[in-house]
């Protein structure tokens, strides 16, 4: 191993030390808000109206923090103060005037949002080597008068197969397609053998008009039946209701274990391969990653090996092989450790003992060699005899 010189050492130790001196460490900040939601309520072309939110610090440092916005009616909006610095647990009030412009705008909600982002403040003046912002996210809109319309549609469904005991969360991909915002939130019906069993609801999430958000619902599985289920989800919004979306899903038992491991002896220079069986021993289908480590014979590490992911059903099996090339590797004992992830969890750990041999000695190869040769010619000389008559 290569030694580091003393005076290398040194210069090292400086360089760290100004860097601690003159990069702050990585800082963020915790900001709240007193209102999430800024709705002007129903405007005409031409009317100003305004809202308010208050910014507050949650932390004992000072804080620098910037408004933004973002979306389509973000020009018809002025923020009062849009940046401004707040001191340890200070708050402050920011004013949002809306102005809709005279011009011909379809009727329904209009919208953009308001990002309030804080940052830790510079007071000092020196460097700051990372600055990490918190943002909130504010949803400002107003509605134009006119006929409007409120539906909303299920673009996706997902009901996964879950360990019992766990909690199956049902995850629905919505979308509000009329021209106001909806409050919306699934149900859905879990079902076995084409009986309900339980039905559970998510919380509501404000959609506005032509956004997609994830709605979701959670179910405890706590002593659940193992086996495949039913799950249908609707989802209401302002007394109205998607057509309903349905996934099947199983409750079952993740297990699995290593049923062979071996590693044989090798000489140097030679390939060893190690095999590793897993079973799939439980009733779901399991993602599965084997891995195989290699050590010294006292336990320094030698190599590591990492399989792809391999997906194996319940009750089957799955052969995993690696090959070390022994090359690389001293002669003497060494130690194979072998495990499979599947799905969050790890096989109990198997170890075989191995050794890897010296390479066989050229002289030894020589005098095979020369043995063979000397026969043969032993065996030519006797057969040159008899045919001359001298034996």
């Known amino acids: 191993m290569r030694r580091i010189k003393p005076s290398s050492l040194f210069l090292l130790t400086l360089i760290l030390l100004f860097l601690f001196l003159h990069v702050n460490s990585v800082s963020a900040v915790a900001i709240g808000v007193t209102e999430w939601k800024l709705n002007f309520g129903l405007m005409n072309p031409g009317e100003t109206s305004t809202q308010n939110t208050t910014v507050v610090n949650m932390d004992d440092d000072p804080i620098e923090v910037d408004v933004r916005k973002e979306g389509e009616i973000a020009e018809w909006i002025v923020v009062s103060p849009s940046a401004f610095n707040l001191s340890g647990r200070e708050e402050k009030t920011i004013t949002f005037t809306l102005s809709v412009p005279q011009i011909d705008l379809e009727p329904g909600d209009h919208y953009c949002y308001i990002v309030v982002v804080g940052y830790p403040a510079n007071v000092s003046g020196g460097d700051v080597g990372v600055r990490v912002g918190n943002g909130i ?133 030679e390939t060893a391969e190690f095999n590793i069986v897993f079973r799939n021993t439980g009733t779901m289908a399991v993602s599965t990653k084997a891995i195989l480590t290699i050590t010294d014979s006292v336990g320094n590490p030698v190599k590591t090996f990492e399989s792809i992911s391999e997906t194996v059903d319940p009750r089957e099996e799955h052969l995993f092989t690696f090959q070390w090339d022994t090359n690389e590797a001293s002669p003497g004992h060494y130690i194979a450790k072998a495990t499979v992830q599947y799905d969050g969890k790890r096989t109990p750990e198997k170890t075989a003992v191995f050794d890897v041999l010296p390479e066989t000695p050229n002289i030894i190869i020589y005098a095979a060699i020369a043995a063979v040769s000397i026969t043969i010619l032993g065996l030519v000389i006797l057969m040159i005899k008899r045919r001359s008559g001298v034996i």
């Open 137 to 269: 996210r504010l949803t400002a809109w107003v509605q134009l008068p006119g006929e409007v319309v409120k539906s909303g549609e299920i673009l996706q469904f997902k009901a996964p197969d879950v360990e019992r005991g766990q909690i199956a969360e049902f995850e629905v991909t919505f979308r509000a397609t009329g021209t106001v915002h909806v409050d919306a939130f699934p149900k859905v019906w879990i079902s076995r053998d084409n009986a309900v069993v339980d039905v559970v609801e998510g919380g509501k999430v404000m959609v506005m008009p032509g956004e997609t958000k994830k709605l979701t619902a959670k179910w405890n599985t706590t002593g659940a039946a193992l086996g495949e289920y039913q799950a249908v989800v609707r989802v209401f919004y302002d007394n109205n209701t998607t057509p309903e979306f349905s996934d099947a899903f199983t409750v079952g038992v993740e297990t699995g274990e290593i049923t062979v491991f071996a590693a044989m002896d090798v000489r140097k220079g």
